[in-house]
């Protein structure tokens, strides 16, 4: 069983920088590939990055690709989504997310994944 706990989440201005941060918890982390996801109210869930745990292979959101970078720390069984130039449009929920069948690249299904963070708040002001 995998348990994730999230951080990092906060209020900031257009343009600036955030740093997310979702952490594995257990004697032992049982996940192929970790992800975050973001929701608004009354929107479906969406994708943002996941990581493949092995060889660290990663998947963006066009919506995201050349803003996000999402990383892993095998040794401290972390994965963190490093956000830039941030815009009002990102303001969500963020969602860390565990997925435990190996796949050839990190799935972008919300329903693939097996286990969920309690979701931290992103908001971004103009």
């Known amino acids: 069983q995998v348990q994730l706990l999230e951080s990092g989440g906060g209020l900031v201005q257009a343009g600036d920088s955030l740093r997310l941060s979702c952490k594995a918890l257990g004697r032992a982390v049982s996940a192929a590939t970790m992800g975050w996801f973001r929701q608004v109210p009354g929107k479906e869930r969406e994708f943002v990055a996941a990581?493949?745990?092995?060889?660290?292979?990663?998947v963006y959101a066009d919506s995201v690709k050349g803003r996000f970078t999402i990383s892993a720390d095998n040794t401290k069984n972390t994965a963190d989504l490093q956000m830039r130039s941030l815009k009002p449009e990102d303001t969500a929920v963020y969602y860390c997310?565990?997925?435990?069948?190996?796949?050839?690249?990190?799935?972008?299904?919300?329903?693939?994944?097996?286990?969920w963070g309690q979701g931290t708040q992103v908001t971004v002001s103009s």
């Open positions: 990581i493949r745990w092995t060889g660290h292979k990663t």
């Open positions: 997310a565990a997925r435990s069948i190996w796949d050839l690249e990190p799935s972008t299904i919300p329903r693939t994944y097996d286990y």
